[in-house]
């Protein structure tokens, strides 16, 4: 004689046993029936992951009503949970080890399936299986949640300034000073005479008349 798990039953302990804030990730219905309890040890146990933890609501057989009760419920934070897999080729187990609240936790799960999941326990209820074991390793590399004692307040955003990169300036070439022009050949029978600087006319400056330019002689040409 077993349980059967509906979705409306799932959803109504997990609305009793969520915290505010937590989302339900998968379920999965597992039975520990160990080989030296003689069939005297009978644990059905529902398995609610979410987003934190892991809960496990567990239920025996109360032989003289034939049926199923509630017995016990474990948290197991995400955290503390030290192995959850997946095991096994026809008939797959679930393997839960790790520390709880009051206790440490450790369970080898069979996963019932049978007829393909027509006469199992929930619907879905390997996939379910998998579905806690996914969720274990997505969150076994999340930072430890902060208690109420170590709540801190939210940082506040730090703006830096960055330097902006400045384009390289051209580099200007020096300007040379004008240079007085000469011409490389002068008229037939004049030599070149560069013209006089300012700064050594200084009786032009000083109002005195400039002396007028001798005059020039033109050579005979040569024949």
Do not use: C
């Amino acid at each position: 004689m077993y349980s059967y798990f509906t979705e409306l039953h799932v959803d109504l302990l997990a609305q009793a046993l969520l915290q505010p804030g937590e989302r339900r990730i998968g379920a999965t219905v597992g039975r520990y029936v160990p080989w030296w309890g003689l069939g005297w040890v009978n644990e059905t146990y529902l398995v609610i992951a979410t987003d934190r933890r892991v809960i496990l609501v567990g239920h025996k057989m109360a032989w003289l009503h034939q049926a199923t009760k509630l017995t016990s419920v474990e948290s197991l934070a995400w955290q503390g949970v030290q192995e959850a897999r997946v095991t096994g080729i026809f008939g797959k187990k679930l393997r839960l080890r790790g520390q709880g609240l009051h206790r440490p936790f450790a369970r080898k799960l069979r996963i019932p399936n049978p007829f393909f999941g027509l006469l199992a326990p929930m619907a879905r209820n390997v996939d379910g299986a998998r579905t806690v074991a996914q969720a274990y390793q997505a969150a076994r590399g999340l930072p430890a949640a902060p208690g109420p004692q170590a709540a801190l307040p939210p940082a506040q955003p730090v703006f830096e300034q960055q330097q902006q990169p400045q384009p390289p300036q051209p580099e200007l070439a020096p300007i040379a000073a004008p240079q007085a022009y000469l011409p490389p050949v002068n008229a037939p029978g004049y030599a070149s005479v560069p013209p006089v600087p300012q700064a050594a006319a200084p009786s032009v400056r000083q109002g005195i008349a400039p002396t007028p330019p001798r005059s020039f002689r033109p050579r005979p040409p040569t024949s």
